[in-house]
């Protein structure tokens, strides 16, 4: 072994020792501000830390988001002069159990030990009660917390409007005026009231609903239980009515009307009555942590959506999502009238669906070490059992669940796992960084077909949507040269250009895009005679031909518009998830999560809220090629579930406004206020998210 070799050897040995350290002391000066700061190398590359001592550290302020969700952490002993904790700085670090607050500590700011639900002791030794944020322990039940504070100091902690919550009795919840403006997001189509307050809501229970909507039954009692406390259904002076209403003409629309004699919801379908409970669910959230909407006003509301698909893309690749947080993502997207969620199964950093047929490719391509420079073990896939359940579960919200299996790029764990997929059958390792490949399934290998048809016969047993998202990005550094050096492929490429009407593409570097175009039009024709199913890719400007019936995506950031005149050239359908709005992976403000930043811009909550889908084209685009927008949410930087939902929102309530709202219904201000109102409310449930 040469001598650079043993040297990386050696380094990558030291780095993987240093990660993963159980107990870590900091001492003396300590860095705090910088993409890579101490408090970002403890959060991200510490991850097997379960003990952290920073009372010597030189450092008096604890910035946020500083150790968000590490779960393993059980000790903390926080810096003897740190003045000010930050927002989120210790969010979800629930298997701490205690916690001192030093003599020095004067500020705590929102949610910075939210969701810590391990924490039954708090010792304060600050003389006089620090400033803290009405939320600063959100989602934590302060009567069951053990706090104690300096002798002497009792009296003023108590007296304190937060403090004196940790020794306030459980009181009934307080009753609270119908707000004069509701705050509803999406806003809804057409929005009118037609007196002053109605209904009492204490008179609501009793639910009338057509037979077939016994599922949109069981999730408004799920409403009025959370909201209202209600338990009895069956009795009440005023009811709630559910029904079909076929005059409703657009999928997916209801209208709601609320007078004395109760709320009466009525949907063009199953999943417009649900998205009529949903605002009704928005109607009832409290201004305060123990309140109750006491009443509603008469009102009538029409609402349709504005594009047919609204949704979300997570990655559980790069960074594996326990399975039943994926069943937390669709509850909360359902809630902003978001329809799909979308998975990203395969790619070069792991293969994460079971496929029977190929059994390596879960035992082997689902786990490796590392993701850049987190050296910490990634492993986990799904059963096609718990894809069965998940897109059950999602049923029952509207959700539908969309897999996605790359080709021709971003394989390298199915190249890893069965060699003879690539030109040339070479052995790869699983990568475990960021970027691109070249190393791409082989055009001219019948096993590449033989493969890809298994595994989506195999998928179509699973997933009952029917699309499937073929990837098709970024396939190897254009223009796909590694097919170049493949004989095969040369032959291959050179039968398909000697067929009669083929010439050389005006402009294209060379002509390889048609080995893909081949790969793909065998695969779809596949997909769509075989299975039924409707294929859906990421657009590229080497896709030179869009095939009919297809779903195209426009990602690439400045090349929106090249993609939707691809797509009216080619009556194709179109999703919008340009990377200017979209891309929720970016960080939403400069210093924010993800720190280690290798090239994102920040994508802001304006910029994500300004996506308009029209893009500037007229209705025709709108109404025959227009299918929706779609958030994307790669996981390279995110190494938690409370980082994913700390991403996603609340710029996908943005994204399900712009998808679901008229334009002309649309303000950013209006919307920030709405959102100040529902940001609360996710808090309380527990929910991550970005300050507004």
């Known amino acids: 072994m040469k001598k650079r070799q043993l040297l990386n050897f050696f380094l990558l040995f030291c780095i993987c020792a240093m990660a993963s350290a159980q107990s870590v002391k900091k001492t003396g000066a300590f860095r705090c501000g910088g993409w890579n700061d101490d408090f970002r190398q403890l959060r991200d590359l510490q991850w097997n830390m379960e003990e952290l001592d920073l009372s010597e550290a030189d450092c008096d302020s604890i910035r946020a988001n500083a150790l968000h969700s590490r779960h393993k952490l059980k000790s903390l002993i926080l810096p003897n002069k740190v003045r000010f904790i930050g927002s989120q700085s210790f969010f979800a670090c629930d298997s701490l159990t205690s916690l001192i607050l030093p003599a020095t500590t004067e500020r705590i700011e929102s949610r910075a030990f939210g969701n810590c639900y391990g924490l039954h002791t708090i010792t304060s030794l600050a003389t006089t009660p620090p400033t803290i944020a009405e939320d600063a322990f959100s989602g934590l039940n302060l009567r069951n917390i053990n706090l104690i504070v300096p002798k002497g100091s009792e009296k003023a902690y108590k007296s304190d409007p937060y403090w004196g919550k940790f020794f306030a009795k459980k009181q009934k919840p307080s009753l609270e005026d119908c707000p004069k403006e509701f705050s509803i997001i999406p806003i809804p189509q057409e929005m009118v009231f037609t007196g002053a307050i109605a209904l009492e809501t204490k008179n609501l229970g009793k639910i009338i609903a057509d037979e077939t909507l016994a599922n ?95 949704e979300l893309m997570v990655d559980p690749c790069r960074i594996f999502i ?46 490796r070490v590392g993701m850049d420079d987190m050296q910490m073990p990634i492993s986990g896939f799904y059963t096609q059992e718990q894809m069965k359940e998940l897109v059950a579960f999602a049923k029952q919200y509207h959700v539908d669940i969309i897999p996605e299996i790359e080709m021709p790029g971003h394989q390298v764990a199915a190249i890893h796992c069965y060699p003879e997929l690539t030109c040339g059958g070479v052995q790869i390792p699983i990568r475990t960084t960021c970027g691109v490949s070249d190393n791409l399934l082989c055009p001219s290998n019948e096993f590449t077909y033989e493969f890809l048809q298994n595994v989506f016969k195999e998928l179509s047993e699973v997933f009952t949507s029917q699309y499937v998202h073929l990837g098709g990005d970024e396939a190897g550094n254009p223009p796909l040269e590694c097919w170049s050096s493949c004989e095969s492929c040369k032959k291959l490429l050179g039968e398909i250009m000697s067929q009669p009407g083929i010439t050389p593409q005006p402009n294209s570097r060379n002509d390889n895009w048609r080995l893909q175009k081949y790969m793909f039009d065998r695969v779809i024709d596949f997909l769509r005679k075989d299975l039924n199913k409707v294929p859906m890719f990421w657009y590229e400007t080497d896709f030179h031909e869009i095939q009919p019936g297809c779903v195209v995506f426009a990602w690439r950031h400045g090349l929106t518009a090249t993609a939707i005149d691809a797509a009216i050239r080619c009556n194709a359908k179109i999703m919008l998830c340009p990377g200017e709005h979209c891309y929720l992976d970016y960080p939403a403000a400069r210093g924010d999560m993800p720190e280690v930043n290798w090239g994102m811009p920040t994508t802001s909550l304006e910029q994500t809220y300004k996506l308009d889908p029209a893009w500037g084209y007229d209705m025709t685009f709108e109404n025959n090629n227009l299918y929706g927008v779609a958030g994307t949410l790669w996981s390279e930087c995110i190494n938690s579930t409370e980082r994913m939902y700390y991403m996603a929102f609340p710029r996908a309530l943005a994204l399900s406004e712009a998808g679901w709202s008229p334009q002309k219904n649309r303000s950013y201000a209006d919307f920030l206020k709405r959102l100040s109102h529902i940001s609360k409310d996710m808090h309380r449930r527990g929910i991550c998210t970005a300050n507004p």
């Open 216 to 310: 949109e039954r069981k999730q408004l009692e799920t409403v009025l239980k959370s909201r209202l406390g209600t338990k009895n259904f069956k009795k009440s002076k005023a009811t709630i009515t559910l029904s079909i209403d076929k005059s409703i003409n657009t999928p997916e629309s209801y209208t709601m009307s609320i007078d004395e004699k109760g709320i009466c919801i009525k949907g063009s379908d199953a999943a417009g009555v649900f998205y009529g409970i949903m605002t009704l669910d928005q109607m009832l959230i409290p201004q305060e942590e123990n309140g109750r909407i006491a009443n509603l006003h008469a009102l009538t509301i029409k609402d349709s959506p504005r594009t047919k698909m609204r």
């Open 322 to 367: 326990p399975f039943e947080d994926l069943k937390g993502m669709v509850m909360e997207m359902a809630r902003y009238k978001m329809n799909a969620l979308h998975l990203h199964l395969t790619d070069d950093q792991a293969w994460r669906i079971e496929i029977k047929k190929y059994p390596k490719l879960t035992e082997v391509g689902s786990f």
